[in-house]
């Protein structure tokens, strides 16, 4: 294999998994399973998060100035959406969907206004789970469905209702884009112990960037334990005094008595 022919050990750590879900509230700094209520919507085919930024160049109408120069490049805006196809006709997800309407319970109504609120302009994020026990986030500030209702019904099917919700920019905050990212490490990761043969070894869940404790040595018949590596190759052996950053396969490395 070439040397640079590889990819790094953590590779899929951070990996995003399934589909994720829209939510109304979500905490970054404790990310806890959220309640139903706080959940949009079920959603089909996955959710499409998109930030593009839009760029002027001040030197395109300037003779003798050639295009695309780095010192001439002006950042104009950024256009941040989240789109999806939602399962349901909640009145929630109806009024989401329609951005300016009111929704009037006691005769379970969605109505469209003709006049736009600021309390239309609402936070929603989209919360996903990573490979390693983490989490992956995205907060749309505040968010208006930009591309309408569009129920769509089929035979023998169920109905699902498109929406595409834009994140806009505030007066009151005009250097804060309406889109951030959060990739948030899980709080406990697990070690695992292959004894290679010797006797098992219980896995340890351990906090997060604290070290393992160095297990009652295994033992195999005929062989004397020589140790916990972090590869089947016995290249890099553990040192228990070490924090854990990721879920961990430690190996036993044994040397066969004379």
Known sequence: ??????????????????????????????PVEPADQDILTATTGGITINCTPTFSDLGEDVD???????????????????STTGIGTSLELLRWALGSADITAASNKVKPRKDLQQTDFQTIWWVGDRADGGVVAVKLMNALSTGGMSLTTSKNGKGQTAITITGHMSINAQNDMPMEFYSIDPDTYTVTFNSAGGSAVTA???????????????????????????EIQYLTQWNFTDPVTQNLILYAKWTENE
């Not at 340890?204 to 972090?230: C, I, K, L, S």
Request: hydrophobic share 45%; charged share 15%; with cysteine.
């Open 1 to 30: 294999m070439g040397k640079f022919t590889k990819i790094p050990q953590d590779a899929f750590n951070a990996l995003q998994l399934d589909a994720g879900v829209l939510l109304t509230t979500f905490d970054p700094a404790n």
């Open 64 to 82: 003798n100035v050639p295009a695309n120069m780095m010192e001439l490049m002006h950042l104009d805006s950024w256009e941040c959406t989240m």
């Open 204 to 230: 340890q869940v351990v906090d997060a960037n604290t070290p393992a404790t160095a297990p009652v040595a295994p033992t195999r018949e005929g062989y004397t334990f020589a140790g916990w590596y972090t």
